[in-house]
Protein backbone atom coordinates (compact mmCIF):
# COMPACT_ATOMS: atom_id res chain seq x y z
CA UNK A 1 0.00 0.00 0.00
CA UNK A 2 1.23 3.05 -0.89
CA UNK A 3 0.04 6.90 -0.68
CA UNK A 4 1.21 9.59 -2.69
CA UNK A 5 1.21 13.03 -0.71
CA UNK A 6 1.17 16.44 -3.12
CA UNK A 7 0.44 19.52 -3.67
CA UNK A 8 2.34 21.83 -1.18
CA UNK A 9 4.54 25.08 -1.89
CA UNK A 10 4.89 28.30 -1.09
CA UNK A 11 2.06 30.71 -0.52
CA UNK A 12 1.95 33.90 1.06
CA UNK A 13 -0.56 34.41 4.13
CA UNK A 14 -4.09 34.34 3.55
CA UNK A 15 -3.52 32.38 0.52
CA UNK A 16 -5.26 29.24 -0.08
CA UNK A 17 -3.81 25.45 -1.26
CA UNK A 18 -5.04 22.19 -1.73
CA UNK A 19 -3.22 19.16 -0.71
CA UNK A 20 -4.23 15.70 -2.63
CA UNK A 21 -3.50 12.04 -0.91
CA UNK A 22 -3.45 9.16 -3.57
CA UNK A 23 -4.34 5.71 -2.21
CA UNK A 24 -2.49 3.09 -4.13
CA UNK A 25 -5.13 0.52 -3.62
CA UNK A 26 -8.93 0.87 -1.47
CA UNK A 27 -7.82 -0.93 1.30
CA UNK A 28 -9.24 1.44 4.10
CA UNK A 29 -12.73 1.14 3.79
CA UNK A 30 -13.41 1.05 7.75
CA UNK A 31 -11.01 3.33 8.57
CA UNK A 32 -9.80 7.28 8.99
CA UNK A 33 -7.13 8.96 6.76
CA UNK A 34 -5.58 11.68 7.95
CA UNK A 35 -3.11 14.61 7.85
CA UNK A 36 -0.64 15.47 10.21
CA UNK A 37 2.11 18.02 9.94
CA UNK A 38 5.61 18.55 11.35
CA UNK A 39 7.51 21.59 11.46
CA UNK A 40 10.99 21.77 12.43
CA UNK A 41 12.32 20.69 15.89
CA UNK A 42 8.75 19.39 16.73
CA UNK A 43 6.79 16.81 16.89
CA UNK A 44 4.63 15.63 14.33
CA UNK A 45 0.99 16.96 14.87
CA UNK A 46 -2.63 15.78 14.15
CA UNK A 47 -4.06 18.21 11.57
CA UNK A 48 -7.53 16.20 10.19
CA UNK A 49 -8.85 12.85 9.62
CA UNK A 50 -12.10 11.66 7.77
CA UNK A 51 -13.70 8.41 7.95
CA UNK A 52 -13.84 6.70 4.65
CA UNK A 53 -16.89 4.75 5.79
CA UNK A 54 -19.47 7.99 6.58
CA UNK A 55 -17.16 10.69 5.96
CA UNK A 56 -17.27 12.20 9.38
CA UNK A 57 -14.69 14.72 9.47
CA UNK A 58 -12.34 15.86 12.44
CA UNK A 59 -9.82 19.11 13.01
CA UNK A 60 -7.18 20.43 14.99
CA UNK A 61 -8.76 23.33 17.05
CA UNK A 62 -5.99 25.36 15.02
CA UNK A 63 -7.44 24.64 11.71
CA UNK A 64 -10.95 24.60 12.19
CA UNK A 65 -12.68 27.13 10.18
CA UNK A 66 -10.31 27.06 7.71
CA UNK A 67 -9.50 23.41 6.72
CA UNK A 68 -11.60 21.53 5.11
CA UNK A 69 -10.92 17.84 4.41
CA UNK A 70 -13.17 15.76 2.01
CA UNK A 71 -12.45 12.18 0.02
CA UNK A 72 -12.71 11.16 -3.46
CA UNK A 73 -13.40 7.30 -3.22
CA UNK A 74 -13.38 6.68 -6.80
CA UNK A 75 -10.16 8.19 -6.98
CA UNK A 76 -8.76 7.01 -3.33
CA UNK A 77 -8.01 10.51 -2.49
CA UNK A 78 -8.01 12.35 0.49
CA UNK A 79 -8.10 16.34 -0.28
CA UNK A 80 -6.97 18.90 2.34
CA UNK A 81 -8.20 22.33 1.05
CA UNK A 82 -6.63 25.15 3.43
CA UNK A 83 -7.42 28.53 3.06
CA UNK A 84 -6.14 31.49 5.13
CA UNK A 85 -2.97 30.41 5.83
CA UNK A 86 -0.67 31.66 8.54
CA UNK A 87 2.91 31.42 9.06
CA UNK A 88 2.29 29.21 11.62
CA UNK A 89 0.86 26.55 9.57
CA UNK A 90 4.14 26.27 7.93
CA UNK A 91 5.00 22.60 8.13
CA UNK A 92 5.82 19.21 6.28
CA UNK A 93 2.18 17.99 5.76
CA UNK A 94 1.69 13.93 6.36
CA UNK A 95 -1.32 11.90 5.31
CA UNK A 96 -1.43 8.73 6.64
CA UNK A 97 -4.16 5.74 7.10
CA UNK A 98 -5.65 4.85 10.28
CA UNK A 99 -6.17 1.39 10.67
CA UNK A 100 -6.28 1.06 14.06
CA UNK A 101 -8.98 3.65 15.31
CA UNK A 102 -6.76 6.04 17.42
CA UNK A 103 -7.66 8.67 15.08
CA UNK A 104 -5.19 11.69 16.73
CA UNK A 105 -2.26 9.48 17.33
CA UNK A 106 0.67 8.91 15.36
CA UNK A 107 0.82 5.25 16.67
CA UNK A 108 -2.31 4.56 14.98
CA UNK A 109 -1.26 5.24 11.48
CA UNK A 110 0.41 2.20 9.77
CA UNK A 111 0.81 3.64 6.35
CA UNK A 112 2.12 6.89 5.73
CA UNK A 113 3.04 9.14 2.93
CA UNK A 114 6.11 10.62 1.91
CA UNK A 115 4.99 14.40 3.28
CA UNK A 116 4.71 17.80 1.12
CA UNK A 117 6.43 21.23 1.96
CA UNK A 118 4.03 23.76 2.89
CA UNK A 119 5.67 27.23 3.39
CA UNK A 120 3.27 30.56 4.40
CA UNK A 121 5.55 33.75 3.86
CA UNK A 122 4.27 36.86 6.31
Known amino acids: VQLQASGGGLVQAGGSLRLSCAAS????????MGWFRQAPGKEREFVSA????????YYADSVKGRFTISRDNAKNTVYLQMNSLKPEDTAVYYC????????????????WGQGTQVTVSS
Open 25 to 32: VRTFSNYY
Open 96 to 111: GADTRGGLYYTDSYEY
Open 50 to 57: ISWSDSST
